[in-house]
């Protein structure tokens, strides 16, 4: 398939709302899986050992295997009449030195966004209980049990990384639509996780999956939630 049939649909010669970035988010995920070939599409997410005390550096390794690259450069291709905002949604964000300088000032730190803290915090613990737990199992319970931990493994590292790519989205004006679409896409996962605990935890009957790890998830969501009000408040 022509690369540029997977962008046909999106209108690059507007402002682009929240849908509008989900839509194109859309058109690089499945341009990015058709170009990779069977084995890389089937390849589990890393198991990677976290160090250290602190989170954010800590996820680093995860963020930057899965979250920024990997997508092909194809906006250049599609140009036809100058974007209206930004000139290529693909390319970092570098606002303006007068802007305020939290963390949507220029150069600031993913860091510096405590819900990314908290939401690698929650990828952290949730890997290392998953880790504690099989751990203790043997390997026919493995074997029958362990897609679906590896699959709340994968929700709970991706809540963190969609926040971290909307972060380098930005917060321009125009940018800070795409950042909201990421966030949403980081409530989306932090829910799978809640479902998965659920129910994991009730076949599993594990305490520390029911009260922490479950307790966690409903605050990171709530979280979320509130962290997302507050790019929409500065939107306005």
Known sequence: ??????????DFNKTWDEEDWEKFFRAQDDYRLATQNKEVR???????????????????PIVREYG??????????????????????????????NEDPHYWGEGAPLATVLIYRDCCRFAICTSQEIDRYLKMRGPAYKKKYNA?????RFHANWVAINVAE???????????????AKCKRALKHADICMSLLTRISTRTRSARLRRELFAFAVQLRNGLFAWIDELRDRDR
């Open 42 to 60: 089937k390849k589990p997410m890393s198991k990677l050992r976290f160090q250290g005390t602190d989170e954010v550096a800590a996820f680093e």
């Open 148 to 152: 679906e931990f590896e699959t709340l």
């Open 166 to 180: 909307g972060h380098r989205t930005g917060y321009s004006d125009d940018r800070i639509r795409g950042n909201i």
């Open 1 to 10: 398939m022509d690369e540029k049939e997977f962008f046909s649909k999106i």
């Open 68 to 97: 920024f690259g990997g997508v092909p450069s194809i906006v250049h291709q599609l140009q036809g009449l100058p974007f209206v905002g930004d000139e290529d949604p693909e390319a970092d964000y570098h606002p303006a030195t």
